[in-house]
């Protein structure tokens, strides 16, 4: 789909596993895990594993991010430059952490304001932002930034503007259009820049994470429609509720984006039955999600969650057990996760949702597809689950 039109949706970050999906073939227990990836249908971002690494950044290695800081002839620079680097810089960490390593963010300061020409309000940002309205206020920052910045070093810019400028209220990621002349500095194409307003202050580093994970290919789970926003994911992922008690990166974005190997991935894709002890994804090493493929662009996928800290583990652990569907386009539910508790009362802190987590001696079934995952032995960093399809 033609970024032009998605732009804004893409507000609140591998190697190619397949380049084109495996057929279901005859079920084993050692069954190849690529037999469980699934190709993307959207021509966007999506969940799928075949994401074009022309229009997406490589997720793998460390990321050089260039962070630029911008005021406006309405909303004149405030604040030390030193606390909005500090804002935004603990994504580093998070991002080390949540691929095990294997990705990393080297985030690089321009420790001087850049003026850009218009007033704060007059970029449009709002939920109806255009692609060319953003784009303008992208390479008016790289323009202010002047000759001397060597942008060829940096793969992705972080865009801040000072915090009285309270028209920019949110923050899109800019993905260049690669048939377009687009935005060029000292030779380099610029591709990727997140552009963060005033929801940093309440996400504060999570949301430098969120808008991150888009450069890498990954869809909203958030609903763009709807009473509900987080119906569909809740805060399970840092690309549905940011502020949720456990904004991860599920198993699947995780193995999507390289983090997870595919030894690390118990595939079942067509009729059988196979038990697996699955490690929490918050901890490295172990089998991380067991898949059931159930067609082309679906499947059910569980793995073993334990919250991280604080009071999230009461609402926050156990087996989560979700359906994937890469023909679903960003925003509308590419992934729904499963209520295995939908009759609990949330504990203070938790939203419904936040629930969902099946415990030992619970289990869910799917009877059009024949999809049934138990739960059995739960350890203190792991679970044992039994799944079965027989349709």
């Known amino acids: 789909m033609n970024p032009r039109l998605l732009a804004a949706a893409l507000a609140l970050a591998l190697p190619l596993v397949a380049a084109a999906s495996p057929s279901p073939s005859a079920s084993s227990p050692t069954a190849s895990a690529a037999a469980c990836a699934l190709p993307g249908r959207t021509g966007w971002t999506d969940e799928g594993h075949d994401t074009d690494r022309t229009q997406f950044q490589q997720p793998l290695g460390t990321k050089h991010v260039l962070m630029l800081f911008v005021d406006f002839p309405d909303a004149p620079a405030t604040g030390e430059l030193g606390d909005y ?20 963010l080297a985030i690089t300061p321009l420790n001087r304001w850049l003026h850009l020409p218009q007033d704060s309000g007059s970029y449009g940002f709002q939920r109806g932002i255009g692609f060319e309205q953003h784009e303008a206020y992208v390479r008016q920052a790289v323009e202010a930034a002047g000759p001397d910045v060597d942008f060829s070093r940096y793969d992705l ?27 060029v500095a000292g030779g380099t194409r610029i591709k990727w820049a997140v552009t963060f307003g005033q ?3 309440r996400w504060g580093p999570e949301v430098a994470a969120h808008e991150t994970s888009h450069t890498f290919g990954l869809p909203d789970l958030y609903a763009f429609d709807g ?19 456990a904004p991860q990166h599920l198993g699947w974005e995780r193995w999507k984006l390289g ?55 009461a609402c926050s652990s156990g087996v989560l057990i979700y359906h994937v569907d890469t023909s679903v386009r960003t925003g509308d539910g590419p992934v729904r996760v499963i209520n295995g508790n939908p009759e609990a009362t949330p504990p203070s802190g938790c939203r419904p949702l936040d629930m969902a987590a099946h415990r030992a001696g619970e289990s869910f079934t799917d009877p059009a597809t024949g999809v049934r995952i138990e739960v059995g032995h739960q350890g203190p960093l792991s679970d044992t689950v039994t799944v079965t399809r027989t349709g």
């Not at 009473?227 to 008690?245: E, K, N």
Request: net charge positive.
């Open 85 to 104: 680097y500090h804002q935004l810089a603990p994504a580093a960490d998070w991002t080390r952490q949540e691929s095990y390593g294997r990705t990393r």
């Open 157 to 183: 810019l972080y865009i801040v503007p000072t915090r009285s400028a309270s028209a920019i209220t949110f923050s899109p990621t800019y993905l260049y259009d690669p048939a377009a002349p687009g935005i």
């Open 199 to 201: 929801d940093m202050y």
């Open 227 to 245: 009473t509900d926003a987080h119906r569909h994911v809740g805060g399970w992922d840092v690309m549905g509720l940011i502020s949720g008690p």
């Open 259 to 313: 983090w997870i190997d595919d030894r690390q991935v118990a595939c079942l894709p067509t009729t059988g039955s196979r038990t697996v002890r699955l490690r929490a994804v918050e901890r490295p090493g172990g089998t991380k999600i067991a898949v059931v493929r159930t067609g082309e662009t679906t499947a059910y996928v569980a793995e073993s969650r334990r919250a991280v800290g604080g009071d999230a583990s």
